[in-house]
């Protein structure tokens, strides 16, 4: 009986063994589910998927999740994005507050006001609209693949830049012009690594600083100015 426990014991092991192998360097199955998101799915791993498509299902589950959000009962403007905020811009009268996100963010992406929506504008693999690379949410893109939705509020017009590079070039939006939407209200996503933008009136003070890290639909990042 010690005898086929040691064996089953060895067995064990080897299996153990041949899974961190054949895994390696990326962690093995039996200790994935343990680690923290950065160190379940390492990046050279996932940008080696991206090469190949074909994406472990667990991290898929991972990157699809899409919890409820509960916005401030305030009316501050809500960051539309996970992630951190790397710019505040202002150029002629627009501040541009960029949100970096990574591959373990949440990357479904929220309205950060109520109104109606004026344009959804898919802006191509270059800067088809004009812009150079020394905007900041140019600058580190290659190539970049836009989705523009611009929104009429109450308040005045504001937009949201959902921003890719062609390597994931993927973005899903879930919104029409003409749809009136919600503060908070889901309008898409962008698949992997991403950058979103949200363009609002210079005098609107924001309640965030570049360093903040935001969570879509919920961090009020500005408060709105009436023009008078």
């Not at 004009?130 to 580190?140: V, Y």
């Not at 996503?189 to 609107?204: A, C, F």
Request: with cysteine; charged share 20%.
């Amino acid at each position: 009986m010690i005898l086929i426990v040691q064996l089953v014991i060895l067995a064990c092991l080897a299996v153990a063994l041949g899974l961190c192998l054949l895994n390696f360097p990326y962690p093995s199955p039996l200790v994935r589910a343990l680690l923290p998101a950065k160190k379940r799915w390492p990046e050279l791993q996932i940008r080696g998927w991206l090469k190949t498509e074909r994406f472990h299902p667990g991290y898929l589950k991972f990157f699809y999740r899409d919890p409820a959000r509960f916005p401030a009962a305030d009316q501050g403007i809500l960051a539309p994005a996970d992630g951190l905020v790397t710019s505040c811009d202002v150029r002629e009268g627009v501040r541009y507050m960029v949100i970096a996100l990574t591959f373990w963010d949440m990357h479904t992406q929220r309205s950060p006001m109520s109104g109606q929506v004026v344009s959804v504008d898919p802006l191509g693999d270059a800067h088809t609209d004009g812009e150079g690379r020394d905007f900041a949410f140019l600058r580190e893109k290659f190539c970049p693949v836009q989705t523009r939705l611009v929104i009429d509020t109450d308040s005045g017009r504001v937009a949201v830049r959902l921003i890719t590079s062609v390597a994931a070039r993927r973005i899903e939006t879930w919104v029409d012009p003409g749809e009136t939407i919600e503060r908070g209200q889901r309008i898409g996503r962008i698949l992997l690594g991403s950058t979103v933008v949200l363009e609002m009136p210079q005098d609107w003070p924001l309640t965030v600083a570049v360093g903040a890290r935001v969570r879509a639909g919920e961090t009020v990042v500005a408060n709105a100015v009436v023009a008078a």
